[in-house]
């Protein structure tokens, strides 16, 4: 699913974006990588890792 950065944050549960938001201040996300122009991807810890994009 792509979207707009300057919509990011309307079409985002507030929930998910609120942790999503506390893993960046905590350092916690790693392996930050540009896999394309304006697409990343990065690991995320949790109970388990899991990869974004």
């Known amino acids: 699913m792509k ?3 300057n919509e ?7 929930k998910i974006l ?3 938001l506390s893993y960046f ?3 916690a ?3 930050f990588t540009e896999i ?3 697409e990343h991807e990065a690991i ?3 109970s388990e890792e899991y990869t974004i994009q």
Do not use: A, M, W, Y
């Open 3 to 5: 979207i707009q950065l």
């Open 8 to 14: 990011f944050e309307q079409l985002i549960n507030e």
């Open 18 to 20: 609120k942790r999503g």
């Open 25 to 27: 201040k905590g350092d």
């Open 29 to 31: 996300i790693t392996n």
């Open 36 to 38: 394309s122009n304006r």
């Open 44 to 46: 995320v810890p949790d």
